[in-house]
């Protein structure tokens, strides 16, 4: 791992029309954000579901027009390419997607799926079948693999194929979209231990977009968080975990339930709804559900602030182990 | 072999299915041995034997010009699967490749599409029928660009409704993610998806399209004579059905048996292996 | 009294490829006023269970063998489908992953809430306002302004509160959860299973919870059965199970959760090898040919181990905790 970023992403806007007639009303999906992916980390962007993440995940890989800002890969500016000028960057840049079995052609056999990238990109001078032999030994599936369709293979052997197809290029980043969605617990471990070996073997930087923060804990070098298109929170993942400085992050963390029946509940429970993209709260936005809100949080919005490798958008970032107020103090 | 098997044998388990199965197989049959089967010519004038009842010679009789109508049935059979085979596959190609671009195209070419297949449909097949031939004169081609035209608008919208359906899908997303072109999307990734119960509902269209040359053949709009069509043996037997009637039941027997072999085929294809266009 | 007592329960499917033994000799208790959670992974037998339970087998589908009994009295296996259908929504409701669906997109909240009271004698006024009662339990902002809106004017966890609302608002005395939180974040996972328990203390009924998500279940089940390829492997309260598993799969299953491993690891602990087609069950243990404590006497069916409180477990080796087999 260098410092060196692979990817650099600045102040990226993904706006959406709505209304039929008046198209110019448009709502922000990502409002602004900004981060690096250095090579050979691992980056997890982490939200709940409307929070923006797979929009910008779409955004990175081109698949999603930006309103604002700019995305450079290896050095080149991406954002805005078309089709044929994108064709090589895809070969250095490959996405998994969310489904295991739904983001694969169902009538294509497996070692078609896995090949298919040398197809697209017209390698020639490779064997393919030998092709699909290497990338299936190398994601830990058996080659008679290759025969078999889509729908013949549990999720877990469906994911090792995506991965598989992911890798097929030799490619300088991977962006996997909850890679562990729809898994079993016992084959989400599979799937991730089998990622970051590749990572390791491969040199790959990865980008995650998950909601599970368990699997950000053990995988992730640095993790950011977001909350209605904006990054709340982002740092080391060890930092971000073990104090978490935005309210947020602290009560995502505390709403993860555990399986140890003993063990007592001391949660940071949010009131209220996550408001919607068309009504965005004034000030900061999280403060209609933010346990610690204070007058000024809904005046003005917060700056991220850095502090060391961890960057806080908060007027009032918590201090280690910061308990919630109760209802007669946050009232006095 | 045995994937050849399995659908037959599950075609085999439905009586009807059986059924339809046996008739086809009887028509494709006496159609491609039609000589072997007869040693008649079809269109040979036979003024002496005309009018004729079944014998052990006529099989089925003969017509008001001595002509053998076991020949014609046979020969007349060749015609109609020759058009209802060439006029369906043409339809559907060029309906799969307009409902492709239809759906996957930009909206506008959408629009543009749909208003011309609705145009096209609201067209009624015999004025259609009747302009088509004032214009090419009475052909076997002439009933085949009526069936095209017909059934084109219907397989065109099905596959654009599909196209658009999975166009969003995470498995195009995902070629789209690995840098593939629209051709190669539509082709590797669509179409083996959404032509499935198209090719299904175009065996149900087979018996509309013989119905059609049949129909148009009675009328005159299509087979020129001689040449033997079920249809036009149809409106000779009508002629003469104080003479005999015959001509008329080996006109018509074909026609129904044919129609409802296809039929019972197309619909237990249907239940079969997509249950889920049931009622269409 | 136990709500629900299910005994021996064999479900078979025809399929193409031969008969489908999807639950073998299942057997487990749903005491009266408790939550039973049923964990398992894909293939494991949760959906056809419920499916089982509720009269509602797909046609290929059959009851083998054994018994469902309902409060002591009515053996659902043995019901025809009139009576299940009285049964269903007044006696047993049901909450699935999708709340859609329960609620009708087309008729208005309210209007709903009001038919399902369709057997009761009050007036109309009387249904609205038990109705307004229930949105405020499960803690709908402006309850009563709630019933005149459409589902689709709802939040996700809105309308999964509704769902919930709904499902309880004829008190059944069981209710059936199927995964109702597994759509839903993390935050509003939470807030719905602390719902879910407070309703289920105040209504009094029980609760068959379904989840393949190892935390929830921990903390909303009082006891806990651990489906494994349509078998239960293993049965007893939560602290049983989770604290002292005694099946060698659900110790590997809870080693598998990444939220089990406090300190950060890049390795994760996973359970090599496939469920066994269930077209050929091996005669013996189900779970042998993945499970790192086999020995030969796994060849046989393991019995159904009583280690004690009502704690079972289908092994050979119950009786010997792992932790006690590794010192030794």
């Known amino acids: ?81 078309d089709r044929k000028s994108m064709k090589p960057v895809r070969k250095r840049m490959s996405m998994m997607f969310q489904d295991p079995v739904g983001s694969l052609s169902p009538r294509m056999t497996v070692g078609d799926l896995v090949t298919e990238p040398f197809r697209i990109h017209g390698i020639e001078g490779r064997n393919l079948r030998d092709e699909a032999a290497r990338l299936l030994s190398l994601v830990g599936l058996p080659t008679d693999f290759v025969s078999r369709f889509p729908h013949q293979l549990s999720g877990g052997q469906a994911r090792r194929v995506g991965v598989a197809r992911a890798i097929a290029l030799d490619p300088a980043l991977i962006i996997a979209d909850e890679p562990t969605a729809g898994l079993d617990v016992s084959v989400q471990g599979e799937v991730l231990n089998l990622l970051n070996d590749l990572r390791e073997r491969l040199g790959l930087a990865m980008m995650i977009i998950t909601h599970n923060l368990h699997v950000v804990h053990h995988v992730a070098d640095r993790t950011a968080v977001m909350y209605l298109g904006r990054f709340v929170e982002a740092g080391d993942t060890e930092e971000v975990f073990g104090a978490p400085r935005h309210p947020y992050t602290a009560a995502l963390l505390s709403a993860n339930p555990e399986p140890d029946p003993d063990k007592t509940h001391d949660r940071i429970t949010l009131p209220a709804e996550v408001p919607s993209l068309l009504a965005r709260p004034p000030g900061c936005e999280f403060h209609t559900r933010c346990p ?38 946050s009232a006095a | 072999m045995a994937e050849l098997w399995r659908p037959i044998r599950k075609i085999l388990r439905e009586p009807l299915g059986a059924l339809g199965l046996f008739l086809v197989v009887l028509v494709i049959f006496g159609a491609i041995f039609a000589d072997l089967l007869t040693s008649f010519d079809p269109t040979r004038i036979n003024p002496r034997d005309r009018f004729q009842g079944p014998s052990a010679a006529h099989l089925m009789g003969t017509d008001q010009l001595g002509r053998d109508l076991f020949a014609r049935v046979l020969h007349g059979g060749r015609i109609a699967l020759f058009v209802a085979l060439v006029s369906t596959a043409a339809s559907l190609v060029i309906g799969i490749v307009l409902g492709l671009i239809a759906g996957y195209g930009p909206r506008w070419l959408d629009n543009l599409m749909i208003l011309l297949f609705d145009a096209m449909k609201s067209f009624p097949t015999v004025m259609l029928a009747l302009a088509l031939v004032t214009i090419m004169g009475p052909s076997l081609t002439a009933v085949m660009v009526v069936v095209i035209l017909v059934t084109v608008p219907g397989y065109a919208r099905i596959i654009r409704t599909q196209t658009i359906a999975l166009k969003n899908s995470e498995y195009v997303t995902a070629a789209q993610s690995m840098g593939a072109n629209p051709a190669r999307i539509l082709r590797v990734h669509i179409l083996p998806n959404v032509i499935g119960p198209l090719v299904i509902l175009a065996s149900m269209d087979i018996p509309v399209v013989i119905g059609i040359e049949a129909g148009m053949s009675f009328l005159g709009l299509g087979v020129r004579p001689p040449t033997p069509s079920w249809g036009s043996m ?36 249907r239940d079969v292996f997509d249950p889920r266009l049931k009622g269409r | ?163 919930i609302a709904m499902a309880l608002m004829m008190e059944p005395a069981l209710l059936i959860a199927d995964e109702p939180t597994t759509a839903l974040d993390a935050t509003l996972e939470v807030t719905t299973i602390e719902l879910l328990k407070d309703l289920q203390q105040q209504i009094g009924c029980s609760v068959l919870f379904i989840s393949h998500h190892l935390g929830v279940i921990a903390e909303l089940c009082d006891d806990v059965v651990v ?26 299953l809870l080693e598998c959760d990444p939220a089990r491993q406090s300190e950060r690891t890049r390795s994760l602990p996973t359970i090599p090898g496939e469920i066994p087609d269930l077209r050929a069950r091996p005669r013996g243990c189900i779970f042998a040919n993945r499970c790192h404590r086999v020995h030969d006497a796994c060849a046989a069916p393991p019995p159904d181990h009583d280690v004690g409180d009502g704690h079972v477990a289908r092994c050979f080796v119950a009786n010997v905790p792992e932790t006690v087999e590794a010192t030794a």
């Open chain 1, 1 to 81: 791992m260098s410092d060196d970023p692979i990817l650099t992403v600045r102040d990226v806007q993904v706006s959406f029309p709505v209304g039929g007639l008046r198209k110019r009303d448009a709502i922000l999906g990502v409002a602004g954000v900004s981060f690096d992916v250095r090579r050979g980390e691992t980056f997890a962007l982490v939200g709940e579901s409307g929070s923006g993440k797979t929009t910008l995940a779409r955004a990175v890989n081109g698949l999603q027009a930006i309103s604002n800002g700019e995305i450079t890969f290896e050095g080149q500016r991406i954002d805005g390419l």
């Open chain 2, 234 to 269: 149809l409106n000779d037997g009508f002629t003469s059905i104080r003479d005999t009637a015959w001509i008329a039941i080996a006109g018509g027997i074909p026609i129904i048996l044919t129609t409802l072999g296809f039929t019972f085929l197309g619909e237990t294809l």
């Open chain 3, 1 to 163: 009294m136990t709500t629900l007592a299910i005994d021996g329960l064999n479900v078979t499917f025809s399929t193409e490829d031969g008969p489908l033994h999807a639950l073998k000799n299942v057997s487990f208790d749903v005491p009266e006023n408790r939550i039973v959670g049923i964990v398992g992974e894909s293939g494991c037998g949760k959906s056809t269970l419920i499916n089982a339970i509720l009269g509602l087998l797909a046609d290929n589908g059959s009851i083998d063998s054994g018994s469902i009994l309902f409060q002591g009295r009515d053996d659902l296996t043995k019901l025809g489908p009139a009576q299940m259908r009285d049964l269903r929504g007044p006696k047993i409701s049901t909450v699935f992953q999708d709340p859609m669906g329960a609620l009708n997109p087309v008729i208005s909240v309210g209007q709903q809430m009001i038919n399902i009271q369709y057997r009761s004698d009050i007036s109309k006024q009387e249904k609205a306002q038990r109705a307004v009662d229930m949105l405020e339990l499960v803690r709908i902002p402006d309850a009563r302004a709630a019933l005149a809106r459409y589902p689709h004017q709802f939040s996700g966890g809105m309308k999964q509160r509704i769902a």
């Open chain 1, 292 to 329: 610690w809100a204070q007058p000024a949080c809904s005046a003005k919005a917060p700056t991220p602030t850095q502090e060391g490798t961890r960057a806080v958008a908060c007027h009032f970032p918590l201090e280690p182990g910061a308990r919630p107020p109760t209802q007669s103090e």
């Open chain 3, 227 to 252: 489906m494994y390829a349509g078998e239960v492997v293993e049965r007893g309260t939560v602290r049983q199970i989770f604290n002292d598993p005694r099946h060698p799969y659900t110790a590997r």
